[in-house]
């Protein structure tokens, strides 16, 4: 089994997404996954939810991921937005991450049960020490 199989096994990640290539940088404690879409595939519109929609253009985007072993993980992609018939361009949402957040949903899960087992102050504290990546990390329950 190759390496990116692995990563994408253990993502979750289902067609058009897919693990392109990795890089990992012992030095640096810190494991990067590159994600991509096939050419060609189609999205679901994140307002109306009318599927079949194609890629309009693309924004990358990066999201801290849980580490690996004890390595930082992050995951990058090129995001789709779509031209929906109804709806016009919209950035689609993720399967890995809710949208305007700089998180994964299984880091964000994480956090979430750090701070109901340790209380919102050390949880954030700890979190504040260790993750310098810009994004928001919003403690509301997820829909998970
Ligand atoms: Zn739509």
Redesign the pocket.
């Known amino acids: 089994m190759r390496d990116l199989d692995l990563f994408q096994m253990a993502l979750g990640l289902v067609e058009p997404w897919y693990v392109e290539r990795s890089e990992f940088d012992p030095a640096a404690r810190r494991l990067d996954l590159y994600l991509n879409f096939k050419s060609g595939g189609v999205f679901t ?1 994140p ?2 939810g ?1 599927g079949g929609c194609k890629a309009y253009d693309t924004t990358e985007k990066t999201w801290r991921h849980l580490n690996f072993f004890h390595h930082e993980a992050y995951l990058h992609a090129r995001v789709p937005r779509v031209k ?1 018939e ?2 016009g361009v ?1 950035l689609v949402e993720v399967p890995w991450a809710r949208t305007g957040s700089g998180f994964t949903l299984m880091f964000e899960a994480v956090v979430l049960m750090l701070a109901k087992a340790r209380g919102y102050r050390s949880t954030r504290n700890l979190i504040a020490m260790a993750y310098l990546i810009g994004g928001k990390l919003d403690l509301k329950p997820l829909p998970i």
Request: a positive charge.
């Open positions: 519109c307002e109306c009318g929906c109804r709806c919209k």
